[in-house]
């Protein structure tokens, strides 16, 4: 009679931790990590390429880049040659695309300077992907088509390959939800992308709950065409303010991504 009692005691025990280890019905704030693969690639710091220059000396291309809020990265380059008497400025500008797991990187440049005891300037284009050994940088190709100007006359032009990197980190962020469901099935609410304290991109969620499935589809509309991001977040379970599982699918700052959730353990 008491094992019997037991075996009841311990049923009534599991079928509780199994009701409250159910999803809810989206109320209130809800917090997704996202890391790992899922982390946004962010051009930062500081990268440099030199190279022989095929008449003694080392020509040297070095990158110094920031990215904004709205994924622009911009900043400067220098060009060296000490034997050469080459120094020449880069602004650079540009954006990364591509995906989270194969990033892209292509920077617009404009550059001015001096060689040889002439002025030079002229525009170009630097191509970067990840480098083929690992770490926190790109590997770039650059060209660009310059000019000699002697007292303002122009001498002539020439399109001149280079080398060189652009460093990143590896930036993880968060999507932070303020939900409500209305009748047991339609979800609205609020979201935003989050660095930190940083609030990269704002959002409209609309959606459908599922009480059979336990588990909301959703749909992050930016309040800001300009930035270009979107979320889908499918299948997803919600309980204690974190998701339990579904997918991410996202595009922000330039870049595509998508991660079984949740992705931070």
């Given at each position: ?52 220059d095929g008449s003694g000396g080392e020509v040297c291309v070095s990158t110094h880049v920031s990215t904004s809020v709205g994924g ?136 459908k709950y599922k009480p059979s499935a336990d588990a909301s589809t959703l749909v992050l509309k930016c309040t800001d065409d300009a ?39």
């Amino acid at each position: 009679m008491r094992l019997g009692l037991a075996r009841v005691c311990v049923a009534a025990v599991v079928a509780l931790w199994v009701a409250d280890t159910r999803a809810e019905t989206p109320d209130g704030a809800y917090t997704i990590a996202l890391d790992g693969d899922a982390a946004l690639v962010v051009p930062t710091g500081d990268g440099e390429v030199c190279e022989a220059d095929g008449s003694g000396g080392e020509v040297c291309v070095s990158t110094h880049v920031s990215t904004s809020v709205g994924g622009v990265v911009s900043g400067s380059g220098l060009v060296t040659d000490t034997l050469l008497e080459i120094s020449v400025d880069l602004d650079l500008v540009g954006q990364v695309s591509g995906s989270t797991t194969k990033p892209k990187l292509v920077l617009g440049l404009i550059a001015a300077g001096s060689a040889g005891g002439l002025d030079v300037g002229g525009k170009g284009k630097i191509k970067c992907a990840p480098a083929d050994g690992g770490g926190t940088v790109f590997d770039c190709q650059g060209k660009a088509k310059l000019c000699a100007f002697e007292l303002g006359h122009k001498l002539g032009c020439e399109k001149v390959p280079f080398a060189t990197q652009v460093a990143y980190a590896r930036q993880p962020f968060e999507l932070d939800l303020d939900l409500l469901t209305v009748l047991q099935s339609t979800v609205t609410g609020d979201a935003t992308a989050q660095i930190g304290a940083l609030t990269v991109a704002s959002y409209a969620v609309k959606g459908k709950y599922k009480p059979s499935a336990d588990a909301s589809t959703l749909v992050l509309k930016c309040t800001d065409d300009a930035l270009k991001s979107k979320v889908a977040l499918n299948k997803v379970v919600l309980a204690a303010g974190a998701p339990t599982a579904g997918t991410a699918v996202f595009k922000l700052m330039g870049q595509k991504g998508a991660v079984t959730l949740p992705s931070v353990p």
